[in-house]
């Protein structure tokens, strides 16, 4: 796709950029998204059995289970090249704050250092009563593990649904959204909140707001730039137009 050119220059002079990352990022490392029709998990699961405290008191087992599923999906995964496309921006920037939505831990992988997991990280586990993190652990004979120190039901250690997001990393997600030049929200469908509020938080202060994606969002209408197609596409070409060689 041909970049817009005023966007290559301004995002030349910005010194403060913030991203929101969502699962599309991920989707070209084979994982699966949450909305998309037929494939995402959504579709053929229902968020309220599986991604909730209740559901999760009402079938320990059916969410561990799944968890324990789409945790060694994610083992199997690699960063794409939009990953390694907002590592490579982290090192040109001045300021610059990953917000992921997704808990993957694939930005990491790629290198990026500053990653606010606004919904907690797969490969954590914790404590369902007492919070105590667990390295290993064994099913018992309900099939769920428990917790070495209480004995009460592990679980995994995201954000589930009429949970609070963790305080500090929301914070920090907030002030860089408020404080940023530029925003880019990529691969989100931005109907979750709070996340989905930070590109609007961005755009009243001032910010340019850039959207990547396969489709168009709520947020779409309100960007000052929507980049339609795949982040792992979009984002490696941007990188290379903003910073060509030469100019490394
Ligand atoms: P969604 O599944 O809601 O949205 C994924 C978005 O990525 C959609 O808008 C797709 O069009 C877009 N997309 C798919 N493939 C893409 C690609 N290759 N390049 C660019 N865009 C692509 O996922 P999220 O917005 O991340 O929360 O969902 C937000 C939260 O809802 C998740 O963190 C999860 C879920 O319930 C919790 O579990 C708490």
Redesign the pocket.
Known sequence: MDLPVSLILALRQVERVAVL?????S??SGLR????PQV???AQYR?EEL?SPEGFARNPKLVWDWYAWRREAVKGARPNP?HYALAEMERRIAHFTLIT???DGLHRMAGSQKVLE??GNIQRVRCSACGHPAETWENDLEGVPRCERCGGLLRPD????GEALPRAELEAAVEAARTCQAFFS???????QP?ASLPFAARNNGAMVVE????P?PLTGKAHFFLQ????E?LPALVRAVWPAERA
């Open positions: 990352t969502g699962a599309g990022v989707q070209e998204t949450f909305r998309d995402g998990l959504w968020p991604a939009g939505q997704n808990v606004l919904h995201v954000v589930w649904f990529i691969g989100t469908s931005g109907i979750v996340a990547i994606n396969l489709e969002t197609g795949k982040s792992g979009i």
